[in-house]
């Protein structure tokens, strides 16, 4: 198995075999908690517009977070904390965000794609060893799908040390990224839409027991819970 990392937008659209992708701070991770939540139907797409014809048709409710959209543009906002304590059961939502739903767009050459983060990343580990690819890549997406963000980075290189069997500490890594760049907005009192505890739910690590498995659909993909027993190891 080679497992490949790369990055941002140009890193997804050259991507084959099963892909990952991974934007951590905070739409792979948000997808996690919609599932968990118990929506009906879970689509991400790629413009605000499409977004909200899409929600009209199916009689859905858009989520996400774009650079200059106002938060109030959205009757969900793009944050693990808030969406805890809202009622989703049985919503269809579609989602879209600046990198990570873009990003599962554009996976033109993937044999298969799945969305992938800190809070399920055992989940995809045994997902992928379970099913043996020839060709694993791992996209972080970065900030705004163009730029390095150390939290993707680190995700990804922290899923492909656990598939191959090298060691991380991922107490050491979260602390680093308490500190980078792209997590202050977490700490800054003026971001209603950040709280401070999207920092901690995103860095809940193996959380979830379960991958989210992308199929396309006009206008966008669809994302499906998939169950992951776990591995057993020696």
Do not use: W
């Not at 106002?70 to 944050?79: H, I, K, M, Q, V």
């Amino acid at each position: 198995m080679i497992v490949n990392v790369v990055e941002c937008l140009s890193g997804a659209q050259r991507a084959k075999g099963l892909v990952v992708i991974v934007d951590v701070f905070r739409s792979t991770t948000l997808g996690c908690f919609l599932a968990a939540g118990g929506v009906a139907e879970y689509i991400v797409t790629d413009s605000l517009d499409r977004a909200r014809a899409m929600a009209a048709e199916r009689g859905g409710k858009v989520i996400g977070e774009l650079v200059d959209v106002p938060p109030r543009e959205f009757d969900y906002l793009n944050s693990p904390a808030l969406i805890e304590k809202a009622d989703i059961r049985g919503e269809t939502l579609i989602h879209v965000t600046n990198a990570g739903t873009r990003g599962l767009m554009v996976c033109e050459n993937a044999d298969e794609v799945v969305m992938g983060s800190f809070v399920n990343a055992r989940a995809v580990v045994d997902y992928v060893l379970a099913k043996q690819p020839e060709v694993v890549t791992l996209v972080a997406m970065g900030t705004g799908g163009v730029m390095r963000a150390q939290e993707d980075m680190m995700c990804a290189m922290y899923i492909k040390n656990e598939i191959e069997g090298y060691p991380n500490s991922f107490k050491t890594l979260k602390k680093f990224l308490h500190d980078v760049d792209t997590a202050a907005k977490f700490f800054d009192d003026a971001r209603e839409d950040c709280p401070e505890e999207d920092f901690d739910l995103c860095m809940d690590l193996d959380r979830f027991d379960f991958i989210l498995k992308g199929e396309p659909v006009e206008g966008g993909v669809r994302l499906e819970r998939v169950d992951v027993p776990a591995r057993e190891t020696a």
